[in-house]
């Protein structure tokens, strides 16, 4: 096989990433694009050690599966990955795909009795614009190559809205010197924040963008009010612009209901890496005390103004490594452990002192299978796994979100 050639390979089944796997000369090769059982012609593009990676190049023979992406720019952006399958053969994807990773990685047969969806376009409520000079979107997969969009069809209408004036006022104004645009929206009002801006050009831009709640350039509020308001389950939270904020509103407060139904009235629990306290304080509602570990100082700090905010004083938020703090609960009779960590999953040390712990459930949230069912490699020493539900928080991407619940063997 060389760099260049081109090939025609049946697609045997899609991998994590949704990436077509064939054998082609007895080399296992990745075609991004390509479907489960379709025949297609491909280039090669790389070739590694163990693999190789191909550019789709001519579809043969099409799978059932396949649609037109409805994003002209989904082949260039790389923000979304499953735009050409059906909605409903992306969910299957994400469940198969959770199963298939705990088999490979704990060797057990785990059962997805459901994906929860509620949305698949529009959803997202925060999304971050890169801009040079006259043009704003995103970068192309793996290089600087700016792709100019005038709209993101999977992010909220009013975020699109914003764009399109952002997209006026750079376009006016070349040297703005801005290089990134966070758009969000909380309860139907919308925060910007720009990394920076031409020092002539910044009383303009908030004059043309008024009607924006709150605006920061880099750390400083330069319009508007500090942060916004958010509403999960007639609870409000306080959302500034560094703080972790889910994505997906309608289906992080379901993910979040999931999790609280495993909840009976509990005396102490903990929940691992707790950002700015949402769950925290929902899951406080069912215990005498809960007690938030999180690193991030700002997301804490929102987290405390969310106490008051809601008149909630049963709850401790920490603001530390959860890895350097955990120990020091584990005299605090425990009743549940929650944990929601990054992508990269929890650490050792942690799920050993998890294990020590020995609460009577542990509830972990995951946005990614692979860390998940590392970790319970580890977990799975004192615990079961009770039930897995995914959460399509991302659809048209690869990624899964799942709530996992664990129960004391
Ligand atoms: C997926 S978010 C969970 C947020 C929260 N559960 C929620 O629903 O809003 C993961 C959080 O873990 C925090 N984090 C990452 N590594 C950490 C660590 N080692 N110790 C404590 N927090 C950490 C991040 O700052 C982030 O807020």
Same mark, same amino acid.
């Given at each position: 096989?060389?760099?260049?050639?081109?090939?025609?390979?049946?697609?045997?089944?899609?991998?994590?990433?949704?990436?077509?796997?064939?054998? !082609?000369?007895?080399?296992?090769?990745?075609?991004?694009?390509?479907?489960?059982?379709?025949?297609?012609?491909?280039?090669?593009?790389?070739?590694?050690?163990?693999?190789?990676?191909?550019?789709?190049?001519?579809?043969?023979?099409?799978?059932?599966?396949?649609?037109?992406?409805?994003?002209?720019?989904?082949?260039?952006?790389?923000?979304?990955?499953?735009?050409?399958?059906?909605?409903?053969?992306?969910?299957?994807?994400?469940?198969?795909?959770?199963?298939?990773?705990?088999?490979?990685?704990?060797?057990?047969?785990?059962?997805?009795?459901? !994906?929860?969806?509620?949305?698949?376009?529009?959803?997202?409520?925060?999304?971050?614009?890169?801009?040079?000079?006259?043009?704003?979107?995103?970068?192309?997969?793996?290089?600087?190559?700016?792709? *100019?969009?005038?709209?993101?069809?999977?992010?909220?209408?009013?975020?699109? *809205?914003?764009?399109?004036?952002?997209?006026?006022?750079?376009?006016?104004?070349?040297?703005?010197? !801005?290089?990134?645009?966070?758009?969000?929206?909380? *309860?139907?009002?919308?925060?910007?924040?720009?990394?920076?801006?031409?020092?002539?050009?910044?009383?303009?831009?908030?004059?043309?963008?008024?009607?924006?709640?709150?605006?920061?350039?880099?750390?400083?509020?330069?319009?508007?009010?500090?942060?916004?308001?958010?509403?999960?389950?007639?609870?409000?939270?306080?959302?500034?612009?560094?703080?972790?904020?889910?994505?997906?509103?309608?289906?992080?407060?379901? /993910?979040?209901?999931?999790? =609280?139904?495993?909840?009976?009235?509990?005396?102490?629990?903990?929940?691992?890496?707790?950002?700015?306290?949402?769950?925290?304080?929902?899951?406080?509602?069912?215990?005498?005390?809960?007690?938030?570990?999180?690193?991030?100082?700002?997301?804490?700090?929102?987290?405390?103004?969310?106490?008051?905010?809601?008149?909630?004083?049963?709850?401790?938020?920490?603001?530390?490594?959860?890895?350097?703090?955990? *120990?020091?609960?584990?005299?605090?009779?425990?009743?549940?452990?929650?944990?929601?960590?990054?992508?990269?999953?929890?650490?050792?040390?942690?799920?050993?002192?998890? =294990?020590?712990?020995?609460?009577?459930?542990?509830?972990? !949230?995951?946005?990614?299978?692979?860390?998940?069912?590392?970790?319970?490699?580890? /977990?799975?020493?004192?615990?079961?796994?009770?039930?897995?539900?995914?959460?399509?928080?991302?659809?048209?991407?690869?990624?899964?979100?799942?709530?996992?619940?664990?129960?004391?063997?």
């Amino acid at each position: 096989m060389k760099k260049d050639e081109f090939y025609e390979t049946k697609i045997l089944r899609l991998n994590n990433e949704a990436n077509g796997v064939s054998i !082609i000369n007895d080399i296992v090769v990745f075609t991004p694009y390509a479907l489960t059982d379709e025949i297609v012609n491909v280039k090669i593009n790389e070739i590694h050690k163990n693999y190789a990676e191909a550019k789709l190049n001519k579809i043969i023979k099409k799978s059932n599966d396949r649609k037109e992406p409805i994003c002209p720019y989904f082949y260039d952006c790389g923000g979304c990955n499953l735009m050409h399958m059906n909605y409903n053969n992306q969910l299957e994807f994400k469940k198969d795909k959770i199963k298939s990773i705990f088999k490979k990685i704990c060797n057990i047969n785990i059962d997805i009795k459901n !994906i929860y969806s509620y949305n698949n376009l529009n959803y997202r409520n925060k999304v971050v614009f890169k801009v040079k000079k006259d043009k704003i979107g995103f970068y192309k997969n793996n290089t600087n190559e700016l792709i *100019d969009i005038d709209k993101c069809i999977i992010s909220d209408e009013k975020i699109n *809205d914003c764009l399109t004036d952002i997209r006026k006022f750079i376009k006016k104004y070349k040297d703005n010197n !801005i290089n990134e645009i966070m758009i969000r929206i909380c *309860d139907n009002k919308l925060m910007i924040n720009i990394d920076n801006i031409n020092k002539q050009l910044q009383d303009k831009f908030i004059n043309d963008f008024n009607y924006i709640s709150s605006i920061y350039i880099g750390d400083k509020l330069v319009y508007g009010e500090k942060s916004l308001n958010e509403k999960v389950n007639n609870l409000v939270f306080n959302v500034s612009p560094k703080s972790f904020f889910q994505v997906n509103h309608i289906t992080s407060e379901n /993910l979040y209901n999931k999790a =609280l139904s495993y909840v009976d009235n509990c005396n102490t629990i903990v929940d691992l890496y707790s950002g700015t306290g949402t769950l925290t304080i929902l899951l406080s509602k069912r215990a005498k005390k809960a007690i938030g570990i999180e690193i991030v100082k700002q997301a804490v700090n929102d987290a405390k103004n969310n106490l008051i905010l809601n008149s909630i004083n049963n709850v401790e938020f920490i603001c530390d490594k959860v890895e350097n703090k955990i *120990d020091k609960l584990k005299n605090l009779n425990i009743d549940l452990v929650v944990m929601d960590p990054p992508r990269s999953g929890s650490d050792k040390k942690t799920l050993k002192s998890i =294990l020590d712990i020995q609460a009577k459930k542990v509830i972990y !949230i995951s946005c990614n299978p692979v860390t998940l069912a590392r970790d319970y490699n580890i /977990l799975k020493e004192k615990y079961d796994i009770k039930e897995i539900t995914a959460f399509d928080m991302f659809p048209q991407t690869y990624h899964v979100e799942s709530v996992c619940l664990l129960e004391l063997k």
